[in-house]
Structure formats: C-alpha cells, structure tokens
C-alpha cells in the first residue's frame, strides 16, 4: 500500500524558502512512470496546484508560482521535495504531497497534509 | 490562468440527486478530456471520485459520475447520503500543460 508523508517546517519567516519532504513508501518513485505532486489548500479558500516532477526529472508548475518554485526528487531517499522561495503570507496553506497516475491530474494517493505558516 | 467557476454551494436532501458544474475555456475544459472531480472533508485530505471526465476509479461509488458539454464539466451525485457532505472540487488540464482546479463547492445534505 503507497503513503506519502509531509514533512518539513511549520512556520517561516517572511522572504525565507519554504522547504518541503514528501517520502513516498510502498511504491518507488522510479518505477512507475507517476508523477509526483505538490498542493496546497489555503485556510478558507480553494485547492491550487502547484507543480509535479515526472520521475524522469521533468518538471511542470503552476504558471503563477513558477518564478518561485523548484520541485526535486531524491533517488537515494525515495522522496521529493518543495522549495518556494520569497514567500508572504499568502504562502500560508496546508500542503499536499499526492500522487498522479496519469500526468492528467488522477492523484489518487495523498500525505496528510501539513500546516505552513509564513510570519515573523 | 484564471481558476474554474464552481458554484461556491449547493444543497439537497437525502436520496435526492444534485449537480455541481465546473466551467472553464477551450484552453482547458472544453479543449481536452482531463477533467478530475475531488471530495474533501474537513481537515481531511482530498479523495478522487471521477478522472478523465467521466472514469471511476475503483472502490468509488457508482451514485458518483461526471460528464462534460462544451465548456463546462459537471459531477453528479445520486441518492444524496448523509456522508456526502463535504466540498468537492474539478481540476483541469490547460493548453500551458499544467493544472488547474475550480473555486470548490460546498454540498450541505439537508
């Protein structure tokens, strides 16, 4: 059975790099062809996507966040990882690791999710 | 890119069936067949119920289907339970090849 679980920070200073891990368990990241993803849930509002790596190392982000954000894998860990630089208080959300079966947004395995806070 | 247009909340009573529509562009919804619907409770991750438009993926019940007309998907929930409560959300693929999802709806099960 595949589970992934956030870790990382739960509060960051305004204009620092929030950093995120996803490690991925029962499932290696290399074997399937998945696409491995990052979302976020802002308190009150919508869902965003953010991004996903493709195990080959390609990547795809949100247009409105990709000035910003590095998504990465570690082979030897089995993990990947979120960096969004320069964040603000709107950067303040619960994020998701999940993956997608398809490259077409069928994520049918999440983390739980974890609470960021961007405040000084 | 703008999010999709979902109605921000929808209602029906037990056994009834309702329709959230998620609305888009040719740029997204209308120009491709990758149209995913999700269900969240709260403080709970998101749950995949419909992919491709219209797929269930195993284990979803069937009184949960999706479709899709021009611009706009919808996610039809019949013999509305209790348990359906909760917000639910469409996500789309756009022709910058990324993702991206609708405001989100809230269902209330009178």
């Known amino acids: 059975q595949v589970q992934l679980q956030e870790s990382g920070p739960g509060l960051v200073k305004p204009s620092q790099t929030l950093s995120l891990t996803c490690t991925v368990s029962g499932d290696s990241i290399f074997s399937g062809g998945y696409y491995w993803s990052w979302i976020r849930h802002h308190p009150g509002k919508g869902l965003e996507w953010i991004g996903y790596i493709y195990y080959s190392g390609t990547t795809y982000y949100n247009p409105s966040l990709k000035s910003r954000v590095t998504i990465s894998v570690d082979t030897s860990k089995n993990q990947f990882s979120l960096n969004l630089n320069s964040v603000t208080a709107a950067d303040t959300a619960v994020y998701y690791c999940a993956r997608d079966l398809s490259g077409y947004y069928f994520l049918d395995c999440w983390g739980q999710g974890t609470l960021v806070t961007v405040s000084s | 890119q703008s999010a999709l247009t979902q109605p921000a909340s929808v209602s029906g009573s037990p056994g009834q069936s309702i329709t959230i529509s998620c609305t888009g562009t040719?740029?997204?919804?209308?120009?491709?067949?990758?149209v995913s619907w999700y269900q969240q409770h709260p403080g709970k991750a998101p749950k995949v119920l419909i992919y491709?438009?219209?797929n269930r993926p195993l284990g979803v019940s069937n009184r949960f289907s999706g479709s899709k007309s021009g611009n706009t998907a919808s996610l039809t929930i019949s013999g509305l339970q209790a348990e359906d409560e909760a917000d639910y959300y469409c996500i789309s693929y756009t022709v910058s090849g990324t993702g991206v999802f609708g405001g989100g709806t809230k269902l209330t099960v009178l």
């Open positions: 040719g740029n997204d919804v209308g120009g491709y067949d990758y």
């Open positions: 491709d438009v219209s």
